[in-house]
Structures are given as C-alpha cells and as structure tokens.
C-alpha cells in the first residue's frame, strides 16, 4: 500500500466515524455526539485522545459487549442545582454531554450546577465538557475517574486513574482559557500513542513492581492491564518532586467521581472480572458549571481573566524562549493550522480505517492516504 498523504479532511472524517458508530448501533444524534467529541481532540492537537483511540476505546468495546451503543440517560436524583445520573454504561461522551448541559441549564437558572454520574464510559477529552460551559458564558469544570493506572506515593500498585482535574473560563480573548490534563505526568492514551508509532516512553513515569523505571511503550500497556507496571503521578516517583500533590489531586477526583453518586471505584474500575473475563467499567464523571453573572458580571470576568493571561505571557522570558503559553492557546493555534486542511492520521490508523470501512462495506468512502 502507498501513502500519498496523511491528512483527512473534516468532512470526511466526520462523516465516517458517524456512520461507523451508527453501524455499530448508535443512534445518529449521540453518533454526532459522539464524533464531535471524538474529533474535537484532533482538532486540539490532543492525538491520544482523538481518532487513534476510535477503533480500541470504543468500537472493540461495543463489540466486546461491556459498553451499550444505545445510551439511557437516568436522572436518579435531582434538586434545582445538582443531579445525579446514571448512565448504564452506556457511550460517555453522550452522558457527559447532557450531563453538562444539565448542569449548564442549571447555572443559568440558579448561579451555580453540578451533575455526578456513575455507570459511564469512556467520555473522551474533559477539555470538551468544559468548553461547553465557556461557549456559553459560564465557568467549567469536570472531572472523571478511569481504570487503575496511577501508583499512589511510596507505593507500585496501580491504584487511581489518570482522572483530569479539567477547568474552562470565559476570556476576552479568542479562545478561553482550559486546563485539561491528567493527574499522572504522561497518560495511558499517550503510551498508546507512543506504542503505534514505536517511541519509548519518557524514563520516570513509569514504574515498575521492583520501583525502577520502565519505558517499553507496548510492554509498559501490557503491564499496566496486569499489574505490573503504574503511571507516577504528577510531580513523579517518590516525594522528592513533590509526588504527593499529583496523588493527592487524583484522589480528589477520585472521591468526587465515586462518592456523591455512589458509584464504583479504585480496582472496580479495572474492566477486569474476576475469572479474567472484560467486563463494563462503571466509571464516574462530575460537571460542575458556574454563572459569573451570579459574581460580578460575565464581562468583569472576562476582562480581568484575559488580563490576567495577558500579563502572564507578557513575563520575562526564559533564555532560549520568546514566548509563554497559557491553557488553552496552543490548542486553539493547532487549530487554526488545521481547519482548513483536516486531521493528520498516522499509517498504524490508516490501515484500522480501511479495515473497519472494508468490514462494514462503507465503499463510499475512499481515503486521500490511498492509492
């Protein structure tokens, strides 16, 4: 096979991965839902998160039976400014989005939302959620945990998720400002990315049973499955680096994700049964929503967090370094590189697209990587 070129355009792209979700039963608005979610980290430059991930984290999880293509969408408690769903493990980027329009709707109304889920999947970006709160002129935040990956302080067992304590705010600016990133210092979909293209994995994120480094991305991914390896939390191995903050904030969201809805937890997320068969993950997700307007005013918010960002990046400058970035901004430039062209897709990727459009006789489609 020969590769002409790497890059899908939006379109396309989008249109394939709706009628694959659809062929694989999910109903076409939450299969648009889905996408947008799906394609947004492309669209960021978050490729650990976007199409790399289409075919394992959702399609072999649909196949394999331990993730509902049709979602019910639960309210199980509810008061004017909070809920609790329940998403019957159904596509998280589905529960995650009325979740945090709930909690949105919520704002508005009363200043202030706050939705808990349990039962969910994998949600995709929590930069998303968070930016739908922005869009609409409010605060984000959200949350979620994930299956044991991270070894809390002093110890080899991988014990939390990665779970992102992820905040969006309203600027003045063109683009707001949002912090998504994990509580580990490198992420599993980043060894994943990692593994497809055959690069190692930084030495000190990873550690192993015998609490010495571990870089073989596709030996480290078995490893994390069987126990025998664990991410490091942020600030890394130990407390010399302060370690400990990273596995602090990952217990936090930890709690939050698992305690106000009852939902389950730590080694129960693992989508391991107990005779080794795959099971659903039961994950937990919290969206939070804030109405500056309920404060000061959605502009006095605007104005003074843009200036904040503003004076940041204007700071001296370390030597061999003519700019400083703020959350939020990188993303929105790799977006402006790629709108107008479309998502660049490595050859490992590729050939899952040809594989699934094949297998699902979606001959409509032809890919500009194909000869």
């Not at 004017?80 to 919520?106: C, E």
């Not at 104005?303 to 904040?308: E, L, P, Q, S, V």
């Not at 590189?337 to 050859?347: A, L, T």
């Amino acid at each position: 096979m020969g590769y002409k070129t790497n890059i899908v355009d939006w379109p396309t792209i989008t249109n394939f991965v709706v009628d694959v979700f659809k062929a694989y039963g999910v109903p076409e608005e939450d299969a648009g839902i889905c996408a947008d979610v799906l394609l947004e980290a492309d669209r960021r430059g978050i490729e650990s998160h976007g199409v790399n991930r289409f075919k394992p984290i959702y399609l072999d999880r649909i196949k394999a039976g331990i993730q509902n293509p049709v979602t019910t969408f639960e309210v199980v408690k509810e008061t004017p400014t909070t809920a609790v769903v329940d998403g019957h493990d159904g596509m998280g980027q589905v529960i995650s989005y009325h979740s945090m329009n709930l909690a949105i709707n919520k704002a508005k109304k009363y200043g202030m939302g706050m939705v808990a889920v349990r039962n969910s999947t994998h949600y995709g970006i929590a930069g998303y959620y968070v930016t739908m709160a922005t869009q609409a002129g409010l605060i984000g935040i959200t949350g979620t945990n994930a299956r044991p990956s991270i070894a809390p302080t002093f110890g080899v067992e991988n014990m939390l998720g990665t779970n992102p304590l992820t905040f969006g705010f309203p600027t003045d600016e063109e683009f707001p400002f949002v912090l998504d990133c994990a509580t580990s210092i490198v992420q599993r979909g980043r060894i994943e990315y990692y593994a497809r293209i055959g690069k190692p994995t930084p030495a000190g994120t990873v550690i192993g049973r015998d609490g010495k480094p571990k870089t073989d991305s596709a030996q480290i991914l078995k490893d994390l499955v069987s126990g025998d390896a664990a991410l490091a939390p942020l600030g890394g191995i130990g407390e010399e680096l302060a370690g400990y903050k990273g596995y602090g904030y990952a217990t936090v969201v930890e709690i939050l994700s698992a305690a106000l809805q009852q939902g389950s937890f730590l080694h129960a997320l693992s989508g391991i049964g107990p005779n080794g068969e795959l099971v659903p993950y039961h994950l937990g997700h919290f969206f939070i929503a804030i109405d500056p307007e309920a404060f000061m005013g959605l502009d006095a918010f605007k104005k003074t967090c843009g200036n904040i960002l503003r004076e940041l990046r204007k700071s001296a400058k370390a030597p061999g370094h003519d700019r400083i970035y703020t959350a939020g901004e990188k993303e929105y430039l790799v977006w402006l590189e790629r709108k107008n062209s479309g998502v660049p897709i490595n050859e490992s990727v590729q050939k899952e697209l040809i594989k699934i459009r094949d297998e699902l006789c979606l001959s409509q489609y032809r890919f500009p990587f194909e000869d």
